[in-house]
């Protein structure tokens, strides 16, 4: 983790690749998985709703296996987020008050909600394939009757998590137009 300091008589301008005094840059990883992630939430959210729209065929059956197969990774890369977080004691760098630490965590439990909800949906139906001829392993009772509700909370809690999505964007923003006002030389 580095955290750059700039000279006091330079001022820094939008772009600039230094930070103000006392501000912390995030780690290369860190950013990398925030990224990663963001991709494969957006490639989720498109999937899910485009094979709920062709509902059938050929179409809809590669969106719904790549929609598995991406909410088993995301699942997995949001846990490596976490343990990487804890290890590197990383806390963000968003400003307190801005109700950040109330989306972030929101954020994290929909990314591990959401998935868990899906794959629960897809064991009880019997259709856990994903691609490469791998199975998830199953984490509720095959034929159980109850996934029509976890695909119905499922889809709920992605769309509340669509909305933190937003929220977090907002916030991001905001951040970053206030940080870029401090830079600016008066």
Same mark, same amino acid.
């Given at each position: 983790m580095t955290m750059p300091v700039a000279s =006091? *008589?330079?001022p820094l301008l939008p772009g600039d690749q230094? &930070?103000?005094?006392?501000?912390? =840059? %995030?780690p290369g990883l860190s950013k990398l998985l925030?990224?990663?992630?963001?991709?494969l939430v957006l490639l989720m959210f498109v999937s899910g709703v485009l094979m709920k =729209? %062709? +509902?059938?065929?050929?179409? +809809? *059956?590669? &969106?719904y296996t790549l929609h598995k197969t991406t909410g088993a990774t995301l699942l997995a890369l949001? /846990? /490596?987020? /976490?343990?990487?977080? %804890?290890?590197?004691? %990383?806390?963000?760098?968003?400003?307190s008050g801005s109700g950040s630490h109330a989306v972030h965590a929101g954020l994290y439990l929909g990314l591990i909600m959401v998935p868990l909800l899906g794959w629960a949906g897809v064991s009880d139906f019997g259709a856990r394939g994903i691609y &490469?001829?791998?199975? &998830?392993p199953r984490i509720w009772p095959e034929g159980a009757g109850h996934f029509g509700w976890l695909f119905l909370a499922h889809a709920w809690l992605a769309f509340i998590m669509l909305a933190l999505v937003v929220v977090h964007l907002g916030l991001a923003l905001n951040d970053y137009i206030q940080r870029g006002a401090q830079r600016m030389p008066h």
């Open positions: =006091q *008589d330079m230094r &930070l103000a005094a006392g501000a912390r =840059q %995030l925030h990224w990663v992630t963001a991709f =729209q %062709l +509902s059938g065929g050929p179409a +809809s *059956d590669a &969106l949001v /846990l /490596l987020r /976490l343990g990487y977080r %804890l290890w590197a004691h %990383l806390t963000g760098r968003w400003r &490469l001829g791998y199975s &998830l």
